[in-house]
Nanobody, 130 residues
Framework: QVQLVESGGGLVQAGGSLRLSCAAS????????MGWFRQAPGKEREFVTA??????????YYADSVKGRFTISRDNAKNTVYLQMNSLKPEDTAVYYCARRTDYPCSGYGCRDKSLFGSWGQGTQVTVSS
C-alpha cells in the first residue's frame, strides 16, 4: 500500500506559476508510473501528465492542453513527484490529484487511462484568477 499526499495548491493570477508536490510513503520501491490528473467542477477527471518512475529512466507524457507550460519531475531520494505549472490560465482551475499505477511502464495515450491508477491522493485545489 502506498500513501500519496499532495501540497502546493493555491490561488494565483493568470500568467503566474505554482509548483505542486506529491509525497509518497509506504510501499515505494520498484518501478511504477506517477501521474497528475485534474478535475474541474462539473467535469470528469482528466489526465494532465505522467512519468515512468524507475531507477534510471523517466519518460514523460503530457496532455496537449498543458504541453509546454507544465513540467513533471521527480526526486527519487524523497519519493516525491512535482508538477511545475507556468503560464497558468483560468481554465487550469481544478482540483489536482496525484496518482500511481504499478502497471509499468506506460507510453503515449496509454498513460492517460485513469482506471489503471490504483492509488490516489486527496487532491489540492488550484485556482487561477483572470
Amino acid at each position: 500500500q502506498v500513501q500519496l499526499v499532495e501540497s502546493g495548491g493555491g490561488l494565483v493570477q493568470a500568467g503566474g506559476s505554482l509548483r505542486l508536490s506529491c509525497a509518497a510513503s509506504g510501499r515505494t520501491f520498484g518501478s511504477y508510473v506517477m501521474g497528475w490528473f485534474r478535475q474541474a467542477p462539473g467535469k470528469e477527471r482528466e489526465f494532465v501528465t505522467a512519468i515512468n518512475w524507475s531507477g534510471g529512466s523517466g519518460s514523460t507524457y503530457y496532455a496537449d492542453s498543458v504541453k509546454g507550460r507544465f513540467t513533471i519531475s521527480r526526486d527519487n531520494a524523497k519519493n516525491t513527484v512535482y508538477l511545475q505549472m507556468n503560464s497558468l490560465k483560468p481554465e487550469d482551475t481544478a482540483v489536482y490529484y496525484c496518482a500511481r499505477r504499478t502497471d509499468y511502464p506506460c507510453s503515449g495515450y496509454g498513460c492517460r487511462d485513469k482506471s489503471l491508477f490504483g492509488s490516489w491522493g486527496q487532491g489540492t485545489q488550484v485556482t487561477v484568477s483572470s
